[in-house]
């Protein structure tokens, strides 16, 4: 709970401001993503906004117990015969499904003042501003990624083809027809108006909640020895296990390292690339490797606590158009990490700003081995790295600091005078 008197919005009910959140997945379901939009709309409702969340699910007697006490009879969920199926169409039918429930069921919906819409699904925004346009709301581009560019690096479209130059277009569009672009980046609202020149960008990062996300150790939390897998130094990826993460990278760097008996590499996700992840570990006869799924949201925490070292991963041109959130989750359980990004990138900038790990250049399993070589050959580095990346996160990066800047931004899109500054 926020319990900032700067937050709380004394305004007549019958006058309460009305935003809608549109977003593809959200709290019981497991996603990057679920913890910021449960987060975010706890923390609007208990600025006095009204708020109602649009997302895919199931509406069923034991989804709607698990929602937060704040959020009940606000969520309403779409049946999505393709939610959860893997593969490139099963994800498009996904898309466009929910993109078709959200049109519809917003149009009955009563006042919209605010439309809130992620850049994920793709090309979200073209029927979010139909809707704004049509309930003469406004529109809140919220954009996480740079797409279609994270498509290309995907290796799912060609730079400068048609579908991309049209996709890209699709984007400007969005970018021109929002009232407001609010951005996890600086080098993103950099992008936006370079491409629209005169849009209104906001940049709020993405936080971590600091108080459920903090480190412990196997006394306090026995899970987290069984996230362990026996390893004495353990290095872990936790996450998505797709197609913009390089983590045939950290396989070939546990390839290099094999000899070395107490190092364990421990992979926690699902996704459309684990399949052949693990065939490629198989072939490599990798027994310092563990693949484990991707595990419920309430072992979360022991789950970032059970690693001496956090890697993330990204394809060559990735870190450009992506910050992964799990970044904050290392850093929260005082864990160091290292980024296998371009230096320069906003990854690679915030992991040398907090002195939280190291950045080594994307695809380059010998640099990785060396520098993961390094850590556990020097015993109390990981854990002052892993304090000062704490100390980072509690300072610019909590929950708390990041919902008073939304607050503050809605105000502000609605022409509302500032509260609390």
Not at 131 to 142: F, Q, S
Request: glycine share 8%; with cysteine; hydrophobic share 40%.
């Amino acid at each position: 709970m926020i319990n900032d008197s700067s937050l709380h919005h004394q305004a007549d009910p019958r006058s309460t401001r009305h935003i809608v959140i549109i977003t593809p997945y959200f709290w019981p379901t497991l996603s990057s993503s679920t913890h910021l939009m449960k987060d975010l709309a706890e923390g609007l409702v208990e600025a006095g906004w009204k708020l109602t969340v649009l997302t895919n699910g199931f509406d069923s007697s034991d989804r709607e117990a698990l929602d937060p006490v704040l959020l009940k009879g606000r969520i309403h969920r779409a049946w999505n015969p393709f939610l959860r199926r893997l593969g490139v169409l099963p994800k498009l039918g996904e898309y466009l499904w929910f993109m078709g429930y959200f049109l519809l069921r917003g149009l009955f919906l009563w006042k919209i003042d605010i439309l809130f819409v992620a850049s994920s699904p793709p090309l979200a925004g073209l029927p979010a501003a139909l809707l704004a346009r049509v309930k003469g709301a406004k529109l809140v581009y919220n954009l996480q990624d740079i797409f279609p560019d994270s498509a290309v690096v995907a290796g799912m479209l060609s730079p400068g083809g048609r579908p991309y130059r049209w996709l890209r277009r699709a984007e400007e569009i969005t970018y021109r027809a929002a009232d407001l672009v609010a951005s996890i980046s600086p080098s993103f609202s950099a992008y936006v108006e370079r491409l629209v020149p005169g849009t209104q960008v906001a940049t709020i990062p993405n936080w971590v909640d600091t108080d459920h996300i903090r480190p412990r150790d196997a006394s306090e939390d026995p899970a987290i020895t069984e996230f362990r897998r026996g390893g004495t130094f353990v290095v872990q990826y936790a996450g998505n296990i797709g197609f913009m993460q390089s983590l045939e990278t950290l396989l070939e760097a546990a390839d290099r390292l094999k000899e070395v008996r107490d190092i364990r590499f421990v992979f926690i996700g699902d996704g459309n690339a684990k399949a052949s992840l693990q065939d490629q570990a198989h072939r490599l006869g990798l027994t310092n490797c563990e693949f484990l799924p991707l595990q419920p949201l309430e072992q979360v925490p022991s789950v970032y606590n059970a690693c001496d070292l956090g890697v993330i991963p990204l394809k060559p041109g990735a870190a450009w158009i992506a910050v992964p959130s799990k970044t904050w989750n290392y850093l929260a359980a005082a864990r160091p990490v290292i980024g296998c990004v371009e230096e320069g990138s906003p990854l690679a900038l915030v992991i040398m700003e907090s002195r939280s790990g190291s950045v080594v250049p994307p695809g380059d399993p010998e640099r990785l081995a060396q520098v993961i070589l390094d850590y556990r050959n020097a015993p109390g580095r990981a854990g002052l790295e892993g304090r000062q990346g704490r100390a980072y996160v509690e300072e610019n990066l909590s929950r708390r600091t990041a919902i008073l800047r939304y607050h503050q931004m809605f105000r502000r899109v609605l022409d509302l005078p500032p509260e609390g500054l």
